[in-house]
C-alpha cells in the first residue's frame, strides 16, 4: 500500500498540498489528475524523497521498493540493452555477488534469488520493453550516446519498467512516446504485478490502466473507484449536488436575513431574529466546486473557400537528400473538410510529410499541386524552443499587429489567455502550457486553409484538451493531425493515413483494429504476451512443402528445448546443489541462458515462417 497522510506542502507562501491524504491498496494502478500547477509532480518528489514535506509522512509495506524514471536520460556509451539491465538493481548486485562469492551457502542462496527473480531471462525481457517502445534490433544493441534526447528518455522509462519496483510512479511517460508506443505501454502497465501511480493526462490511457482516480485539488486529494470517465461522471454528479444544495442554502440565507432585518427591532420577536441571526452565521457557504474556467482555444476559420482539391499529389517521393528519398510513391488528395490523423512510428516519415505539405521540402519525383493562395498554419512541440527566451508575448503580438494600438493588442492576447502578467512575462518563464498556447496563436494568425498539429496536447491538462478538441471540430479547414493521444483521435479525426514502409496511404480500419496491428507485430518481441502454441495454428494452402517441413522441424526443435529447459530447471530448483556441487550448478545456469536464448530464436524464427505462409 501506498498511505500518503496529510502531507502540507507550500512554495513562496502558496501552498500546494494542505494536509494531502490518500490511500492506494498493494496491486492497484492509480491515475494522479489535476490540473497544471495543482502539484501532481511535487507529491512525487516528496514520495520520492527529493523534496521534505512540512508536514504530514507517507509510506509503504516494509521493503517495498519505490522507482521511477530517471529525470536525467542515459547518454554513455553503454548499449541501451546494459543500460536497461542496469534498471533491476537486485539483479546486478546479485550477479556482481556470484562473481566473488566463495561460501557454498552463500552461492545457493544467490543462485535461488537469480532464479526466482528470472535473472537468466532478463536479457530477453529487456529487449522485450525496449521493442515494445519502438527500438530496432540494431538500436538496442547501440549505445545511448547515439540516441536523440526523446528517445533517451524511452530509455530511461524502459529501465524503469525493467525494474519492476513495487511501487511504480509515472508523470507523462507518453510525452515522449509514438500512438504506437502508447499502445504497447498501454498494453504493458494493465498487466503490471505491482502498485502503479500514474500522473497523465491521456484520456485513453487513464481508461484502460487504472483502477482508481486521485484527484487532487486545492491542496487536497480526493480517491475515485474506477477510471477517467468513471471519474469524471462521479465528479460531474458530485458538481451537480453540491451547486443544488448551494442555491437551497441561498435561498435559506436569504430567507433568513430577510426575517432578521424585518424584525431586528420588534420586541416582540426580537427572540426568534436573534435565533435567525446565530442559525444564519453558523450557515457556512458551499465551496464553489466548479473549476476555474480554461480560456478557450479559438481557431479563426479561413477568410475565403479554396476549391478542391487543396493538395494532388501522383507518385510523389521526397527526401533530405538527392537519391535517398524518405517517402516513395504517394498518390493522395486532401480537400478543405478533410480530418486526416497520421498513424506510424516514430521514424517512419510523419514529420517528413508534414515538411512537405508546408512546402519545407520540395518532391524529388512525380507531381504536386496545392491551391493557389492556399495558406498552412504549422504547430509542432519544437517550436517551443525557438520561441525567444526574451521576447514576450506582447512582443510577438506587436509583430503581427505592428499598426494596431495596445489596447487591441492586449484584447487579443487576453482572449487567447493572456492576461496584463502573463502578456508582458519573458518567454523563458512561461510554463509548458503557456508557450503551447502562445504557439497555436501564432499558427492560426493567417486563419490558414490547412492546419498542420504535430503531438499537440503535451503540456496541455485535461480540460485544456478538452477545449483544444472542440476548437479543432469548430475549425473549418482541412487539418492534418500527428498525436499519440488517442482520445484527440477518436474525436477529431475522420480518415487515417499510415505512414510505413516508406509511403503514406490510406487506413481503412479504425484505431481498435490499427491497437491490434501493432500489437501484434510487437508481440513476439515481449514473453510476458503468450506466443501462439505451433500446433493449433492453421496454416495457410499457399505454403510450399519446403516451409510446411521447415515448421514441423522447428516445431520439434522447440519442444525438444523446452524438454531440457524444463530438467534445468528442476536441477537448479534442488538447493543442495548449490552446497555440494557449485561448480555443477554454475554449469547448470549457463546452459540454461544459452538454451532459452535459442528457444527465443526458434521461436521467432517459427512466427516469420508463420506470417509468411499466412500472407503468401
Same mark, same amino acid.
Given at each position: 500500500?501506498?498511505?500518503?497522510?496529510?502531507?502540507?506542502?507550500?512554495?513562496?507562501?502558496? =501552498?500546494?498540498?494542505?494536509?494531502?491524504?490518500?490511500?492506494?491498496?498493494?496491486?492497484?494502478?492509480?491515475?494522479?489528475?489535476?490540473?497544471?500547477?495543482?502539484?501532481?509532480?511535487?507529491?512525487?518528489?516528496?514520495?520520492?524523497?527529493?523534496?521534505?514535506?512540512?508536514?504530514?509522512?507517507?509510506?509503504?509495506?516494509?521493503?517495498?521498493?519505490?522507482?521511477?524514471?530517471?529525470?536525467?536520460?542515459?547518454?554513455?556509451?553503454?548499449?541501451?540493452?546494459?543500460?536497461?539491465?542496469?534498471?533491476? !538493481?537486485?539483479?546486478?548486485?546479485?550477479?556482481?555477488?556470484?562473481?566473488?562469492?566463495?561460501?557454498?551457502?552463500?552461492?545457493?542462496?544467490?543462485?535461488?534469488?537469480?532464479?526466482?527473480?528470472?535473472?537468466?531471462?532478463?536479457?530477453?525481457?529487456?529487449? &522485450?520493453?525496449?521493442?515494445?517502445?519502438?527500438?530496432?534490433?540494431?538500436?538496442?544493441?547501440?549505445?545511448?550516446?547515439?540516441?536523440?534526447?526523446?528517445?533517451?528518455?524511452?530509455?530511461?522509462?524502459?529501465?524503469?519498467?525493467?525494474?519492476?519496483?513495487?511501487?511504480?510512479?509515472?508523470?507523462?511517460?507518453?510525452?515522449?512516446?509514438?500512438?504506437?508506443?502508447?499502445?504497447?505501454?498501454?498494453?504493458?502497465?494493465?498487466?503490471?504485478?505491482?502498485?502503479?501511480?500514474?500522473?497523465?493526462?491521456?484520456?485513453?490511457?487513464?481508461?484502460?490502466?487504472?483502477?482508481?482516480? =486521485?484527484?487532487?485539488?486545492?491542496?487536497?486529494?480526493?480517491?475515485?473507484?474506477?477510471?477517467?470517465?468513471?471519474?469524471?461522471?462521479?465528479?460531474?454528479?458530485?458538481?451537480?449536488?453540491?451547486?443544488?444544495?448551494?442555491?437551497?442554502?441561498?435561498?435559506?440565507?436569504?430567507?433568513?436575513?430577510?426575517? !432578521?432585518?424585518?424584525?431586528?427591532?420588534?420586541?416582540?420577536?426580537?427572540?426568534?431574529?436573534?435565533?435567525?441571526?446565530?442559525?444564519?452565521?453558523?450557515?457556512?457557504?458551499?465551496?464553489?466546486?466548479?473549476?476555474?474556467?480554461?480560456?478557450?482555444?479559438?481557431?479563426?476559420?479561413?477568410?475565403?473557400?479554396? $476549391?478542391?482539391?487543396?493538395?494532388?499529389?501522383?507518385?510523389?517521393? !521526397?527526401?533530405?537528400?538527392?537519391?535517398?528519398?524518405?517517402?516513395?510513391?504517394?498518390?493522395?488528395?486532401?480537400?478543405?473538410?478533410?480530418? !486526416?490523423?497520421?498513424?506510424?512510428?516514430?521514424?517512419?516519415?510523419?514529420?517528413?510529410?508534414?515538411? *512537405?505539405?508546408?512546402?519545407?521540402?520540395?518532391?524529388?519525383?512525380?507531381?504536386?499541386?496545392?491551391?493557389?493562395?492556399?495558406?498552412?498554419?504549422?504547430?509542432?512541440?519544437?517550436?517551443?524552443?525557438?520561441?525567444?527566451?526574451?521576447?514576450?508575448?506582447?512582443?510577438?503580438?506587436?509583430?503581427?499587429?505592428?499598426?494596431?494600438?495596445?489596447?487591441?493588442?492586449?484584447?487579443?492576447?487576453?482572449?487567447?489567455?493572456?492576461? &496584463?502578467?502573463?502578456?508582458?512575462?519573458?518567454?523563458?518563464?512561461?510554463?509548458?502550457?503557456?508557450?503551447?498556447?502562445?504557439?497555436? *496563436?501564432?499558427?492560426?494568425?493567417? $486563419?490558414?486553409?490547412?492546419?498542420?498539429?504535430?503531438?499537440?496536447?503535451?503540456?496541455?491538462?485535461?480540460?485544456?484538451?478538452?477545449?483544444?478538441?472542440?476548437?479543432?471540430?469548430?475549425?473549418?479547414?482541412?487539418?492534418?493531425?500527428?498525436?499519440?493521444?488517442?482520445?484527440?483521435?477518436?474525436?477529431?479525426?475522420?480518415?487515417?493515413?499510415?505512414?510505413?514502409?516508406?509511403?503514406?496511404?490510406?487506413?481503412?480500419?479504425?484505431?481498435?483494429?490499427? &491497437?491490434?496491428? =501493432?500489437?501484434?507485430?510487437?508481440?513476439?518481441?515481449?514473453?510476458?504476451?503468450?506466443?501462439?502454441?505451433?500446433?493449433?495454428?492453421?496454416?495457410?494452402?499457399?505454403?510450399?512443402?519446403?516451409?510446411?517441413?521447415?515448421?514441423?522441424?522447428?516445431?520439434?526443435?522447440?519442444?525438444?528445448?523446452?524438454?531440457?529447459?524444463? =530438467?534445468?530447471?528442476?536441477?537448479?530448483?534442488?538447493?543442495?546443489?548449490?552446497?555440494?556441487?557449485?561448480?555443477? &550448478?554454475?554449469?547448470?545456469?549457463?546452459?540454461?541462458?544459452?538454451?532459452?536464448?535459442?528457444?527465443?530464436?526458434?521461436?521467432?524464427?517459427?512466427?516469420?515462417?508463420?506470417?509468411?505462409?499466412?500472407?503468401?
Amino acid at each position: 500500500m501506498l498511505n500518503i497522510q496529510a502531507i502540507t506542502y507550500r512554495i513562496g507562501g502558496r =501552498v500546494l498540498l494542505d494536509g494531502a491524504t490518500a490511500a492506494i491498496p498493494t496491486g492497484h494502478r492509480a491515475g494522479l489528475v489535476g490540473r497544471n500547477g495543482t502539484g501532481k509532480s511535487t507529491l512525487f518528489r516528496i514520495i520520492l524523497g527529493d523534496l521534505a514535506a512540512e508536514n504530514g509522512s507517507f509510506s509503504t509495506a516494509r521493503n517495498a521498493r519505490i522507482g521511477t524514471v530517471a529525470q536525467e536520460a542515459p547518454g554513455g556509451d553503454e548499449s541501451l540493452l546494459e543500460t536497461v539491465l542496469k534498471g533491476d !538493481v537486485e539483479r546486478e548486485q546479485l550477479l556482481a555477488d556470484a562473481q566473488t562469492a566463495t561460501d557454498p551457502h552463500e552461492i545457493a542462496e544467490i543462485q535461488t534469488r537469480l532464479t526466482d527473480i528470472g535473472a537468466h531471462s532478463a536479457p530477453a525481457r529487456a529487449a &522485450a520493453i525496449l521493442a515494445g517502445l519502438g527500438f530496432t534490433d540494431e538500436a538496442i544493441s547501440g549505445p545511448c550516446s547515439a540516441l536523440s534526447g526523446g528517445w533517451r528518455m524511452r530509455v530511461a522509462l524502459a529501465a524503469a519498467l525493467f525494474g519492476q519496483p513495487d511501487v511504480l510512479l509515472l508523470d507523462e511517460p507518453t510525452n515522449y512516446l509514438d500512438l504506437e508506443g502508447t499502445i504497447w505501454l498501454t498494453t504493458f502497465l494493465k498487466t503490471y504485478p505491482g502498485t502503479v501511480l500514474l500522473i497523465s493526462h491521456d484520456r485513453d490511457v487513464l481508461n484502460q490502466v487504472v483502477d482508481a482516480i =486521485v484527484h487532487l485539488e486545492d491542496g487536497k486529494l480526493t480517491l475515485y473507484q474506477g477510471n477517467y470517465d468513471s471519474f469524471d461522471r462521479q465528479r460531474r454528479e458530485k458538481q451537480a449536488l453540491s451547486l443544488k444544495l448551494r442555491k437551497k442554502q441561498e435561498a435559506q440565507r436569504s430567507h433568513m436575513q430577510a426575517y !432578521v432585518d424585518r424584525f431586528r427591532y420588534k420586541a416582540s420577536k426580537a427572540r426568534q431574529a436573534q435565533s435567525r441571526l446565530k442559525a444564519l452565521a453558523k450557515l457556512e457557504p458551499i465551496a464553489d466546486v466548479i473549476e476555474n474556467r480554461v480560456t478557450e482555444f479559438r481557431f479563426p476559420n479561413p477568410d475565403r473557400a479554396l $476549391a478542391p482539391p487543396l493538395v494532388a499529389m501522383d507518385k510523389v517521393a !521526397v527526401g533530405y537528400e538527392p537519391g535517398r528519398n524518405i517517402l516513395r510513391n504517394l498518390t493522395l488528395r486532401l480537400d478543405p473538410d478533410d480530418r !486526416v490523423a497520421l498513424l506510424g512510428s516514430n521514424g517512419n516519415g510523419k514529420s517528413t510529410f508534414a515538411k *512537405l505539405l508546408t512546402g519545407k521540402l520540395k518532391p524529388s519525383l512525380g507531381d504536386m499541386a496545392s491551391a493557389p493562395r492556399m495558406s498552412i498554419g504549422y504547430f509542432a512541440q519544437h517550436q517551443m524552443d525557438e520561441l525567444a527566451d526574451e521576447r514576450t508575448p506582447f512582443d510577438y503580438i506587436t509583430g503581427l499587429m505592428p499598426d494596431a494600438t495596445v489596447a487591441d493588442r492586449r484584447a487579443k492576447l487576453g482572449a487567447a489567455g493572456f492576461g &496584463a502578467t502573463l502578456a508582458d512575462s519573458k518567454c523563458a518563464t512561461l510554463s509548458g502550457g503557456e508557450k503551447a498556447r502562445l504557439l497555436f *496563436l501564432l499558427a492560426t494568425w493567417h $486563419a490558414p486553409h490547412v492546419l498542420i498539429l504535430d503531438e499537440p496536447t503535451n503540456h496541455l491538462d485535461m480540460d485544456s484538451r478538452e477545449s483544444l478538441i472542440m476548437a479543432i471540430n469548430d475549425y473549418e479547414g482541412a487539418v492534418i493531425l500527428i498525436a499519440h493521444d488517442r482520445h484527440i483521435i477518436e474525436t477529431c479525426a475522420e480518415s487515417l493515413w499510415l505512414v510505413d514502409g516508406g509511403t503514406v496511404r490510406a487506413y481503412e480500419g479504425d484505431l481498435d483494429e490499427y &491497437a491490434e496491428l =501493432v500489437l501484434s507485430k510487437r508481440r513476439q518481441a515481449d514473453p510476458r504476451v503468450a506466443k501462439p502454441e505451433p500446433a493449433p495454428q492453421k496454416r495457410s494452402d499457399r505454403a510450399g512443402p519446403s516451409v510446411r517441413k521447415r515448421l514441423r522441424e522447428i516445431e520439434d526443435q522447440i519442444e525438444k528445448l523446452k524438454e531440457k529447459l524444463a =530438467v534445468l530447471d528442476e536441477a537448479l530448483s534442488d538447493h543442495t546443489i548449490y552446497a555440494e556441487e557449485p561448480r555443477k &550448478a554454475a554449469d547448470y545456469a549457463r546452459l540454461r541462458t544459452r538454451l532459452a536464448t535459442e528457444l527465443d530464436s526458434m521461436e521467432t524464427q517459427w512466427l516469420e515462417l508463420q506470417e509468411e505462409t499466412v500472407n503468401g
